[in-house]
């Protein structure tokens, strides 16, 4: 069973960064397809950016293309999420997401493809 416990979550102003971890144990992380997803008060969970096993494919979603960086420490069991030109509009819960796969350059959006979920780390963006 592999557990996953994200930090990194703050307030912070318009136009400034984070950078979120997701700390994986339990099983080696170099095995599992990792993403993030966030869901904002009254709003369903949504896909914010995904990475392959080994590193090579990422996917984001346009909202926060150009912003986010999504990457990967396979050798420290962690994921990493750098947001920066934060918006108001990205305040949410965010969510580090893993599933098991044989696929190494397979990175997916779909929520329901992830089988392993943490606890969530609260991003707040003021305006």
């Known amino acids: 069973q592999v557990q996953l416990v994200e930090s990194g979550g703050a307030l912070v102003q318009a136009g400034g960064s984070l950078r979120l971890s997701c700390a994986v144990s339990?099983?080696?992380?170099?095995?599992?397809?990792m993403g993030w997803f966030r869901q904002a008060p009254g709003k369903e969970r949504e896909f914010v950016a995904a990475?392959?096993?080994?590193?090579?494919?990422?996917l984001y979603a346009d909202a926060v293309k150009g912003r986010f960086t999504i990457s990967r420490d396979n050798a420290k069991n962690t994921v990493y999420l750098q947001m920066n030109s934060l918006e108001p509009e990205d305040t949410a819960v965010y969510y580090c997401?893993?599933?098991?796969?044989?696929?190494?350059?397979?990175?997916?959006?779909?929520?329901?493809?992830?089988?392993?979920w943490g606890q969530g780390t609260q991003a707040t963006v003021s305006s």
């Open positions: 339990g099983r080696t992380l170099s095995d599992y397809v």
């Open positions: 997401a893993a599933d098991r796969t044989t696929l190494t350059t397979v990175a997916r959006r779909e929520v329901n493809f992830y089988d392993y």
């Open positions: 990475i392959s096993r080994n590193g090579g494919n990422t």
